[in-house]
């Protein structure tokens, strides 16, 4: 047994010192479950007896502290198993001396000292008793023969009768005789019936022993109870003082992450990153620390160690939707790994079937890689959603005008529209998908709209810009492209230097076909 607990507290040490969270011995509920499923998983001997054994000293005797202190002490460790054995040895005493054992002692004693042996009738006084009854029997018989003794004669007269004396001899013998016989045979015969009562009562007073025995054994038990309870409210300072450590520790550690996320608001990276370091050197399950930290480090453009935040954050609560879509977001933006992003976004939908935007994620990377009808099913889900929303309509059709399907592209817009007839973007890309079929008027009159919705938006100078190149109307496409450089310098118009040179070209054309018809 001292072998097999010594082998077991091992492996507890060598599980507490793998882990890469704080010791397990801080935590007494955490001890035992560990060592629950250590004693499930292990082939160990008298798994049953050591647990129980294990779970009493953590509770009582505290040993989590110990176990602790003795990591690579073997000594230490080898009196620590001999102090708990002691423990286990001297609790199963106490209880076994302080119930039956001792009790059923007391019983034996008490009905040694009853005399158990019933009066008997001796052979003595059997054979006294029918001497006295054959005595009487022939005296009784001699009163007859008294009367017939003397005989007759020849005249019919009685010869030597019995006088009055005679007879009242006899008959005070007699008396005599049957007094002498009751007084001799009945205390015998009330010895009997004693032994019959004895028997009686001898089985009323072990009935009354046994129903003592068990108001005496119900009494331990409530002492014992009162014991445990007793020791429970002495432990409890301890387990208090515990408690209110560990909560002091928390809640330093909360402020670090609050600092931490301030700074990070205020773009201060480096700073954060520390105050979420020194937070998670307090609290190493703090999941949301790991997920702020590796945002910092994701803006700092530190790749390897953000997603090992990430990473950590998932591994601490596989469900948690936050870790998902932040690593999601790291690999489409920063990687350009759609399938990883993808992956991502499909664990967010798995865990939040109703989430609106992870279904909006995937579909803009289903756009990305080309993979056209998978978008569209992820935006109509978003429709699905929550059909008052003007996005999932706008990206729809966005993919329809990719794949050249106009008219189910401008069937989305004009949903689109109808939620919110302000949105300029949606009444471009409606003139766009006009445009691409061929139907210049209604793309102009949107794009015009748009102008008018949102004037300073250099986007939609541009894109009517290239409508007008689209018909060949430089001039005007290049009054566009001039105006959306006036409203931002900085915007890059592609087609601006290819309309120049177009209407160049056209001009030229003009003028040589001006020169031909003078000749």
Known sequence: MKATIKEVLLKLQELNDSSSERSMFSDPKRTKGTLADLLLFQEISDAKEIRKLLNNAIDEIDICSRLESTINNPVALDDLVSEIIDYWD?????VKSCTTDKKKTEIDDELANV???????????????????????????????????????????TKNPMNRIEKLIILVIVVFVIVAVFFAVWPKIQDVKSGKQFHLQASVIVDEMIQQEQARQLEIAKLTEEVARLKQEQAKPTTTSQITQEESVLQTAKKHFDRGVSLANQENYDLAIAEFTKALKLDQDMQIAYIKRGDAYLYKDDLDRAFTDYNRAIQIDPQSVLAYERRGFAYRFYKNDNDKAIYDYSQVIRLRPDDYFAYSDRGEVY?????????????????????KRIFAYTYRGE???????????????????????????????????????????????????????????????????????????????IADYEKALQIDPDHYVSNLENARNQRNLQQQRLSDNGRDSLR
């Not at 001297?90 to 106490?94: L, R, S």
């Not at 817009?413 to 890309?429: E, F, G, M, S, V």
Request: charged share 30%; hydrophobic share 30%; with cysteine.
């Open 90 to 94: 001297n609790k199963n005493t106490d």
């Open 399 to 477: 993919v329809y005008l990719h794949k050249g399907n106009y008219d189910k592209a401008i069937a989305d817009y004009n949903q689109a529209i109808r939620i919110d007839p302000k949105c300029a973007l949606t009444y471009i890309n409606r003139g766009d998908a006009h445009s691409r079929k061929g139907d210049h008027g209604r793309a102009f009159a949107d794009y015009n709209q748009a102008t008018r919705i949102d004037p300073k938006s250099a986007f939609d100078y541009e894109m009517r810009g290239d409508a007008y190149s689209r018909k060949s109307e430089y001039d005007k496409a």
């Open 367 to 387: 756009f990305q890689k080309g993979d056209y009808d998978k978008a569209i099913t992820d935006y109509s889900q978003m429709i699905k959603i929550d059909p």
């Open 115 to 157: 005399e158990m042996e019933p009066p008997k009738v001796d052979k003595a006084t059997t054979t006294l008793c029918s001497r006295y009854i054959r005595w009487g029997t022939g005296i009784f018989g001699i009163i007859p023969f008294a009367y017939i003794k003397g005989g007759t004669n020849s005249s019919g007269i």
